[in-house]
């Protein structure tokens, strides 16, 4: 989860995450799904979802559109600070309804046609509404161009990182960098913002020369990445910047790409090349890395976040660069490479569940810092009760999470506090065969507290319900 990087709320275990209406495109006829023409949809079966409405952030996404596929085809221009933008939308609806309605804001809307029929859409709070009437499960094609400078969105949350805001940032030189938990997309494309509805990716940006563009995929020639697995929109990243490659090679020729600012991030650079030595260790743990490449890209904040197959990493370093820094950075790198299993693969159904990917990964870097440092059990558990304790009269228990606290800590060590303790009574072999089996069996699925309570149980031979339960719910550690 984005991870603030210099000013933790809870600090690691050893010293050392408006609106502007758009002009509606020149009046035309209203179009009708049924004028589609033929088209395989088939093809984009793999992002098939069944979208749920957000009990936490209610405006955002529509349970009543599943996109199965995303084709942006964007040109930065970094002199006028401007983004023209084409997004193709290939689009299941789960019911009747009279038109299309997704997340976008700030962008001027200069084109629309469903199904190649010319259309109206206009932007009003936050929305993009384009009224073409729809049939449940008769997918259907927009296509939107635009153009603008984006801006980005509030962060609810009261994190140190929340000032930052969210979504697509345009710095002074004309770089560009996204963080969009648990929204932002809106800010630079047209999107269903819940994490229930991933959808396959092909993203391609065109830059000026000596500039690079980076994003969530596999890469290919020309600023081109494609996903081939589901993503959900908050796990999609895009950079623009003049950017430093360095490749290398992970676990069984797993492909890496580092990219980082020349002479500002050389330090950074040092640990991400520890990158192999991580995913080795979570794959000895967790079973194979899902993703067919995996890499990092810095940026100028102060947040970590786990985007998939290419982790945007804050590189903004205050103070002279020590071992201790250097340390924190590197458990933010095994806990973002950890979501890649814990969030990215296997992804919460709606926010109320965060504490499924955080206290995951949370407790995963633990292990890690356990390991390389030496502490003992008694230490880690020691350490998860006083700030449990701390946590909850602060922030409430990590399952009923108040809405305008989004990702406060009680979500990530509360969580992992539950975790250990049902660590201890499995022992490592049961506990470890548990968390492998969870990540391994049911890849590219959305999964929530009933399901991981089912999935333990059955692993388990054991009712594990209350205990798990307790952890989520109480608003004391439980004993």
């Not at 179009?31 to 979802?49: H, L, N, Q, R, T």
């Not at 929305?127 to 801006?151: E, I, M």
């Not at 910047?241 to 040092?270: E, Q, S």
């Not at 205050?318 to 340390?327: I, L, M, P, R, S």
Request: hydrophobic share 40%.
């Amino acid at each position: 989860m984005r991870r603030a990087l210099l000013v933790l709320a809870v600090p690691l275990l050893v010293a050392g995450c408006t609106s502007a209406p758009a002009a509606p495109a020149p009046p035309a006829p209203v179009a009708s799904a049924s004028a589609a023409p033929a088209v395989d949809y088939a093809a984009w079966a793999g992002g098939k979802s069944a979208p749920v409405a957000d009990k936490l952030y209610p405006r955002r996404g529509n349970p009543g559109l599943d996109v199965l596929h995303y084709d942006l085809k964007l040109d930065w221009a970094p002199a006028s600070k401007t983004l023209t933008g084409t997004a193709t939308l290939r689009i299941r609806p789960t019911k009747d309804a009279a038109g299309l309605s997704l997340d976008f804001t700030a962008l001027t809307v200069d084109k629309v046609t469903v199904d190649g029929v010319p259309a109206t859409g206009a932007v009003a709070k936050e929305k993009l509404t384009v009224p073409v009437a729809v049939t449940a499960d008769r997918p259907v094609t927009l296509v939107v161009d635009y153009h603008g400078t984006p801006k980005t969105v509030p962060m609810p949350s009261r994190r140190g990182d929340a000032d930052e805001g969210l979504g697509l940032h345009v710095t002074k030189d004309g770089s560009l960098w996204a963080m969009q938990e648990p929204w932002g997309a809106l800010t630079w494309y047209p999107a269903n913002e819940h994490p229930s509805d991933e959808a396959l990716y092909d993203i391609a940006v065109t830059v000026p020369k000596g500039w690079s563009a980076v994003a969530s995929g596999t890469p290919s020639a020309g600023f081109r990445y494609s996903s081939k697995d589901p993503v959900a929109t908050y796990l999609v990243t895009l950079a623009v910047g003049k950017f430093k490659k360095t490749t290398a090679t992970g676990p069984h020729g797993l492909p890496l790409t580092y990219w980082t600012r020349p002479k500002v991030d050389d330090n950074l650079l040092t640990v991400l090349k520890k990158s192999p030595a991580a995913i080795t260790w979570l794959e000895k743990k967790f079973g194979p890395y899902p993703f067919p490449t995996a890499g990092v890209v810095t940026v100028d904040s102060i947040s970590g976040m786990e985007t998939q197959q290419m982790i945007t990493l804050g590189g903004k370093v205050t103070g002279k660069w020590n071992k201790e820094q250097a340390g924190n950075y590197e458990s933010v790198l095994v806990h973002e490479y950890a979501h890649h299993w814990f969030g990215d693969s296997v992804t919460t159904r709606t926010w109320t569940d965060l504490w499924l990917n955080e206290g995951w990964t949370t407790y995963v870097e633990y292990l890690w810092q356990q390991e390389r440092d030496g502490f003992s059990d008694a230490d880690l558990e020691r350490y998860l009760r006083q700030n449990d304790a701390k946590l909850r009269k602060k922030a409430g228990p990590p399952g009923r999470p108040n809405p305008a606290y989004f990702a406060e800590s009680n979500v990530y060590l509360c969580p992992a506090a539950m975790l250990k303790e049902l660590h201890d009574k499995l022992g490592d072999k049961a506990f470890f065969a548990l968390a492998r089996d969870w990540v391994q069996t049911q890849r590219n699925t959305h999964q929530d507290r009933a399901s991981f309570i089912a999935f333990v149980n059955k692993k388990a031979g054991k009712e594990y319900g209350p205990l798990i339960n307790k952890w989520l719910d109480s608003k004391t550690t439980p004993a």
